[in-house]
Structures are given as C-alpha cells and as structure tokens.
C-alpha cells in the first residue's frame, strides 16, 4: 500500500492532474486487492480474531469495485470519486498494516494507536 500511495503521490506531482491515475496503478490494485482474500482465510482458520463474514463483506466489495466497476467502465476511471477511494483505502491499510507490524515487534507508537483507535 505504501507503494501505491508512492506512485500515486508521483503520478500527480508529475502531471499535475488525477486524470489517467487509475489506469497507471490499476494492476497494482488488482494485485493488492485480489491479495486481500488470504486475510478472509486468515479469519475462516483462526489466525485472526475477526468475523469471516465482515472481513469477506469488506474484501469482496473492494474486488468488486476494482475488478466490476471501475476497470470495466472506462468513463469513470478519471471521477474524482474514484480518486477518493483510492486515497481512503490507502491511507487506512498503511496506517492498518502499521499497527499491526509495530504490535508484532511489541514497538506501538502512539500515533499509530490512536490513528488506529
């Protein structure tokens, strides 16, 4: 995600515009997104204490909106819509991935704890 947030934070900088964006990053997302159903098996065996259900509610609905919407309708690539929820899922897998790594090393800094809370 981190990579993402890098090459999206370039493409802008560089172009001065979001426009085309999507289609840049667009195999990356596929990739992390798609990826995300390891965490659904990661609840369905008990790796994680979290409701398979939610998790797989949550991680559908992004494939869905990555795979079915947004790469098959070409018109709204460029919506600013798309653009937010770019940044949204983002900026809250970093900051969720950042938690949990910092609690594995038993090293949570409190502005990851109380991004995360």
Do not use: D
Request: overall charge positive; proline content about 1%.
């Amino acid at each position: 995600w981190l990579v993402l947030a890098i090459t999206m934070m370039r493409f802008y900088i560089q172009k001065g515009t979001h426009k085309g964006l999507y289609r840049s990053i667009a195999r990356t997302l596929k990739f992390f997104q798609t990826f995300a159903l390891v965490e659904v098996v990661h609840c369905a065996v008990g790796i994680v204490r979290t409701s398979v259900i939610v998790t797989g509610v949550q991680v559908c609905s992004r494939i869905y909106m990555v795979w079915f919407i947004t790469s098959s309708i070409r018109q709204i690539q460029n919506e600013e819509s798309v653009i937010l929820f770019l940044v949204v899922w983002t900026v809250t897998e970093i900051t969720r991935y950042s938690y949990y790594t910092f609690n594995l090393l038993h090293h949570l800094p409190y502005f990851i704890k109380w991004a995360r809370w």
